[in-house]
């Protein structure tokens, strides 16, 4: 497993979950790391991503001012903390690299991103 993400739960609407992206067999600061979702009976969309070159940050407007994406470079590890989560966050969220140090143009598609984690699954439910 090169792409392990973790963190997820079931948490009340409002509350908050820092999700972990964890990567081994290779280092993750050569890549740009995107976090997607999918929520049942719909597709995969994109939600953050960070660039490794410069650290710039990408979201999408459903998530921003209440998600953060960061990454530490000497853990191997990014992060995705989420706030004020609301019923339509519930999803299963996965990391994922791009081919490049920066985060696709073509984001918030998948095209360009190619290792996967295997997702967490975040419940918002009261």
């Known amino acids: 497993v090169q792409l392990q993400a973790s963190g997820g739960g079931l948490v009340q609407p409002g509350g908050s979950l820092r999700l972990s992206c964890a990567a081994s067999e290779f280092a993750l600061d050569r890549y740009a790391i995107g976090w997607f979702r999918q929520a049942p009976g719909k597709g995969r969309e994109g939600v953050a991503c960070i660039n490794s070159s410069d650290g710039k940050t990408f979201y999408e407007d459903f998530v921003r001012g209440r998600f953060t994406i960061s990454r530490d470079n000497a853990k191997n590890t990014a992060y995705l903390q989420m706030n004020s989560l609301r019923l339509e966050d519930t999803a299963v969220y996965y990391c994922?690299?791009?081919?490049?140090?920066?985060?696709?143009?073509?984001?918030?598609?998948?095209?360009?991103?190619?290792?996967w984690g295997q997702g967490t699954l975040v419940t918002v439910s009261s």
């Open positions: 994922t690299t791009s081919v490049a140090p920066y985060c696709p143009h073509t984001f918030p598609g998948t095209k360009y991103f190619d290792r």
